[in-house]
């Protein structure tokens, strides 16, 4: 072989080989002398030219073959005289007994006897692969033509498998029948183990021991899978490792806390990782990883998740990092995260189930009694002053609610990577408690939220801030499947602050009915907007008839101002504008107004008739306000003056027809309440709340109540309050509430009832829609079509939908089809 660029090439010898025979017998001598030298280490005066020579004439003279079995028989005599009893020395009966049981030594005994052996091992090998790559050389000539034409192994390739069943194959003593290729493998699981329990071991010493298990094979048929590293060892590994990790969970699960579980799982399956990059395979990483996975978190993730210390203990005292790592641990077995997900969700209910008991408890709750006498000076009705107890509740469980809903997307953001599938869950969740059965006041309740907000929660705020309440509104109301009804909650809201002028912004207003455009559409704004349009054409109508009655001649000083909202009855809600006493269009009372004030109304509806014809208008003195100037007696000052009191009373509407009643009355003359409601027709409730006001309220006492009380009875007596001094020259005389901004029982089942009303003929007009294009429609594609098309505005009860079907066929908009094989329903143009 001559050395050189390029690859190497044989040639043949230039002069003496081409002899006529070949003493075989002689040139093996010489040859197998010369190899022994190579075994012992002693081949430095060897003539490896002459070497090749010896073995190249023997293959030229047809040979080969006689020399290969003879070198065969000497490696596999060297092996199994000079090596094995080399490496059997290296097995003391304690390192034999070690593999046995390993409770008989200590961990450094067992690791230095371990290492003691695996170094001999290595030597051994290493060894046998340098003189066995010598050899080679020597006999390369023999591999390329003896070994190519025959399919025999090359001369290496043999003397590997000779180790493999010389060495490795063979038993450890002429007692024990264990191979040293099972005690191999128990050293090296034995030194594993103590790695795992905190001992610091030779890593590149048991990876040298690995790769000559990796370079052997199980057969003859050199395959992957056929490596005595995955056939012998990792197989054994993989088992001993699941057998040790299933005892170590259940340990772990008894004895430690959820998050040092989690902690303890994560580095387990770090250490395993590098355990195979440094010490065994790489190959191997995701098998064990597996294993891990499986004992550690597959098999244990729904205890893990319902420990006292579970997920439930981590979301209520914010362990966030430690969330993290449970769902960390749970997608690594599983995409979809389920245990996790399903702690989540149960989570969210019960707290959301818990919000929605306390807010029915507190609006249940019996309210603080007020002070004892009404008429000490500095003390006002309770119901002036404060919110009461249900509206309270009502807005403490939107507060609470959104509150929840920031911690959970906290935890959704931080310990869950933002994971759509967690969002889906916590959506889901959020959903079911907020439209429990047994909570039904949701829609109510946020549209209340909102209406505080409107009208002083967001005052003072900058725009940012604005911008957050009414997206935090928006997401509450995503939750609420019937929309509708927070439709006509909201509506009735609106109403009360549009013509009540207590929204601090209208461009406010404006702007949150465009989220909600957007959020469900034209159609649910559509009224919304409407309302606003109203209030625009008033405020037209109002300058266009302070511009008439100026043209009609001198201004007279005594004329009223009249400031006039017109409103479409379609459009605003109905029940709201009528009154307490009022509940249908028909029913709502005909208040007796004061001559001055009648022909005032009078007029504007003459103007109004010549601009609209065969409009009625209805008056609704319940939800008007008039600016009333007062004039009292005089009345002695510090410097012994006497001076008249003149105040600006701003009152409702009921409470100027009262007023106006005692301009007629003398000072000492007074009217009972019966005759005050015979004159004026105002309803009992609202005549009393208004009567309240302007005689019990400390601050706004215009009349006299006689006797003195809070409440009203229709034998109380009222008078002009002659010695009234107010402290400011404007006094606005607030309306007592009637009663809880939150709907009572009974008027929650009026306005359910209303609702459903509404819903048959949207379930109605859907239905029509669908088989107006679709002619012919079996019963269940039906249903379903009309479930699905309804879903954005609420939840249609299926028994309310086959009433609608009946109903429409009845008058002959549908028909059911004759003789189908199942139910089948035509369109009737």
Known sequence: MIAGRGRPRIRPPRRGLHGDEVDFDKTWAIIEAAFREIHTQNASKLSYEELYRHAYRIVLKKKGEKLYNKVHEFERNWLSSEVRDTIQHLISPNLVANAQSVSATTPNERRVAGERFLKGLRKAWGD??????????????????????????????AAMVLFRDQILNSTTSETDARTLLSLLNNIILDQIQ???????????????????????HEDEVESEEQRLYNTSFEK????????????????????????????HARQRIYEEDERCKQTLLESTGPKIQKVVEDELIKNRIHELVEMESGVRFMIDNHRLE?????????????????????????????????????????SQAPAVAPAADPADKGKGVAQDKNLNQQTLAAIKWVEDVLALKDRFDKIWRESFESDPLLQQAQTRSFTEFINSPSFPRSSEYISLFIDENMKKGIKGKTESEIDAVLEKAIILLRYVQDKDLFE???????????????????EVEKQMISKMKIELGNNFTLKLEAMFKDMTISEELTAGFKRHVEGL????????????????SMTWPLETMGGAAADEEDQRPRCN???????????????????????????????????????????????????ERRHDLNVSTYGMVILLLFNELGADQHMTFEEIQAQTNIPSIDLIRNLQSLAVAPKTRILIKEPMSKDVKPTDRFSFNEGFNGKFVKIKVGVVSGGNKVESDRERRETEKKNDDSRQFCIEAAVVRIMKQRKELSHQQLMSETLSQLVGQFKPEVNMVKKRIESLIEREYL??????????????A
């Open 128 to 157: 046998h692969q340098v003189c066995t790559s010598m050899l080679a050389d020597v006999l390369m000539y023999m591999d390329r033509v003896y070994c190519a034409d025959h399919r025999r192994p090359s001369i290496f390739n």
């Open 194 to 216: 103590m790695e795992r329990d905190g001992d610091v071991i030779d890593k590149q010493l048991i990876k040298s021991c690995v790769w000559m298990l990796e370079a052997l």
């Open 236 to 263: 054994e590994y993989l088992h001993t490792s699941r057998a040790f990790y299933r005892g170590e969970s259940e340990l772990l699960l008894r004895d430690s806390h959820a998050g040092a579980y989690c902690k």
């Open 322 to 362: 430690e969330l993290h790592l449970v769902y960390d641990l749970n997608r690594r077995v599983d995409d979809r995260k389920t245990e996790t997900t399903r702690a989540i969700q149960l989570r969210v209910v019960d707290m959301g189930s818990d919000i929605n008991k306390d807010a029915i408890a507190a």
């Open 488 to 506: 006509r909650y909201y509506k009735k809201h609106l109403c009360r602050r549009l013509l009540m002028n207590k929204s601090i912004s209208n």
């Open 553 to 568: 001649g001198e201004r007279d000083p005594k004329r009223i101002d009249l400031s006039i909202n017109v409103l479409t």
């Open 593 to 643: 107004y004061p001559p001055v004030v009648d022909k005032l109304k009078r007029g504007f509806e003459k103007f109004y008739s010549e601009k609209h014809s065969g409009r009625q208008l209805t008056w609704l003195a319940n939800m008007g306000s008039a600016d009333i100037k007062a004039v009292f007696p005089k009345v002695v000052q510090k410097d012994g003056s006497f001076k």
């Open 815 to 828: 028909e059911r089809i004759d003789n189908a094989t199942t139910d089948m329903y035509r369109y009737l």
